[in-house]
Each structure stands twice: as C-alpha cells, then as structure tokens.
C-alpha cells in the first residue's frame, strides 16, 4: 500500500527516474524491471519503452505543426506551449530511463531535476490553459502568452531547487523523507489536471452546443488512469508475465501519449478557424468552388460583374 509521502512502495514498484535518488542511501531498485540491450557497446535500458518515447516526439511534432497550422484558432499560442513541455519531458525521460544519462554519474540528480521541474511545470501550462477559454485575458496577447511562460518556468525553477535540495540534503530536505518532492508530484499535479478537467466541462456546458467534446476528455482521462494504473499497480505483474521485456513503464509512456493526443483532440474540436483570414487551406478554395457550381452549373452564367474588377485590375 503507498503511503502518503513514500516513495519506497511506488519504487518497488516501477523504475522511476527519481527512485536511484530517494528512500535509501543507494536509492529504491524495483522487483521487476524491462531487461537491456547493448548496443555498440553500450547497455541501453528500457529499450521497448525507448521507441514509445521516439514515437511519442514525433506524434507531439506533428501536432505542434498542426496546432500552428490553424493560424486564427483560439488559444493556439498557448496550447502550444504544453507541447513544446511535453516534447522536453518525454526527451529528458528517454536519456534518463535508458541510461544514457547514468544513475551513477555526478549529472544524473540535475538531469531528474530538470525532468521534475518539467513535468511540474508541463501540469502547471496546462491548468493556465484551462482558463484560457474564459478569456480572462484575450488570448494571444502579451498578458496571456507571458504570464504562462513565466509562471511555468517559475515553477520550473522552484521544482528544480526542491528536487536538487532533496537528493543533494539541502536547506533541511532529505532524500530519505522527500515528503515535499512527493507532495510536489502527485498532489500538486494531481490537483493541477482535475482542475483542468473540470474548467473544461464547465467551459463546453456553459458556451459550446456541442457535447461530442466530452468524449475527448472522458478518453483522455480513461488514458490517463491505466498508464497510471499500468504504472503503480500492475507493473510487476506485467514485468513478469512479459519475461522481463517490458514492464509498467512501457504501457504507461503509451497511455501517457494519447492523453496527450486526446488534449489536442479537444483543443481542436472546440476551436473554429475564421476562414476570411486563413493562410493557405486549400481544402477551402475546394469548398468555395462547389458551391459556385451548385448555384452557376453552366460557368457562362457567373455574374461577371462581380468579378469586374479583377478582370480591368489584370
């Protein structure tokens, strides 16, 4: 049973990146865990759970193209941002968890740093997100887009510390009772994601005609709860099933992926592009054209006045 502020039953668990650095002088090993493969060599941990996260940085790739892609949708700018967290989270996880980054190196503890902070801040841009539908500030202006970025990396910055502090025995933190770090991960961002999710019912209730919406969120929180549960509940069980070949943290790293894929789902069915100003959508000059020809079938009927002006300007 996890206890509150244990990381001791959560890393026996499943190999999490902070566990070599809490609960014990040599750090928390798990009972079960994705065997290695040397490659030119070099011992390369995780390595199923590797070509999740490469997939997983091109997937939020694409998505940021598309996302820029829309170029008068509301938000766009700052759902942006989340990706771009997401994408380093996910990078900094893969040199982590495969040992590129080694535990026992002096570099490790700043790179699991840099990974909290990340992951604290990535919850943080999202919440902010959350309120962004209110309009509380008009989106894309300087008050909104800076008030993310420098709240977020605000947060990065204290998580930073924290974790530092804690796994170097600082400014009173101990690694072997990391009580705000845990706090910090799975209260602080527990709350930060529920309040997202219920800013965004409230939001499609009160201002959408739509409910179809819903289902993107409901999906992406059914996503969310089996990573977590593949992650803290079934990892050993899957670990050992498997034969060692992957373990909790591959299942997990996918349902992570498409809750993400499922927040840009969201983000796209409740945003509307105004089509006067577009850049570039072919698929709408298409749409244009069908309907001349619904209404004109025969090209010598088009009101030719109406295009005049182009005609004598060329």
Same mark, same amino acid.
């Given at each position: ?173 101990? !690694? =072997? ?5 845990? #706090?910090?991960? $799975?209260?602080?961002?527990? *709350?930060? +994601?529920?309040?997202?999710? @219920? ?13 179809? !919406? =819903? ?5 992406? #929180?059914?996503? $969310?709860?089996?990573?977590? *549960?593949? +992650?803290?509940?079934?990892? @050993? ?78």
């Amino acid at each position: 049973m996890v206890q509150f502020g244990d990381f001791n039953r959560i890393c026996e668990m499943v190999a999490l990146t902070v566990c070599p650095l809490v609960g014990a002088e040599e750090g928390i090993e798990p009972t079960c865990y994705s065997r290695n493969v040397e490659v030119a060599g070099t011992l390369i941990f995780q390595p199923a759970t590797i070509i999740i996260h490469i997939i997983a940085l091109i997937m939020t790739f694409i998505m940021i193209y598309h996302i820029k892609s829309k170029y008068t949708a509301v938000g766009r700018k700052e759902i942006v941002m989340f990706f771009y967290l997401y994408m380093i989270v996910t990078f900094l996880e893969l040199l982590l968890v495969s040992g590129i980054v080694p535990t026992a190196s002096k570099i490790y503890p700043f790179f699991v740093a840099a990974h909290v902070g990340c992951i604290t801040a990535t919850f943080w841009c999202l919440l902010l997100n959350g309120f962004v539908g209110f309009q509380f500030a008009e989106d894309g202006t300087p008050l909104s887009l800076w008030s993310i970025r420098i709240s977020s990396f605000v947060v990065f910055g204290a998580v930073f510390f924290l974790s530092i502090a804690t796994f170097q025995k600082m400014a009173g933190f101990d !690694p =072997l009772r990391p009580v705000p770090l845990w #706090i910090v991960l $799975y209260v602080f961002n527990g *709350a930060a +994601l529920v309040i997202y999710v @219920v800013l965004q019912i409230v939001l499609v209730y009160n201002t959408l005609d739509d409910r179809w !919406p =819903l289902g993107d969120i409901m999906f992406g #929180i059914a996503f $969310y709860i089996i990573g977590q *549960a593949t +992650l803290y509940v079934f990892s @050993v069980r899957i670990c050992d099933t498997a034969k060692h070949y992957i373990d909790g943290l591959f299942f997990g790293t996918i349902c992570t992926l498409l809750a993400v894929m499922m927040v840009y789902k969201y983000w796209d069915s409740i945003t509307k592009e105004d089509l006067e100003f577009s850049v570039g959508s072919k698929q709408n000059v298409w749409e244009v054209k069908e309907l001349l020809e619904e209404e004109y079938p025969n090209p010598s009927y088009y009101p030719q006045h109406q295009y005049s002006g182009y005609n004598d300007g060329y």
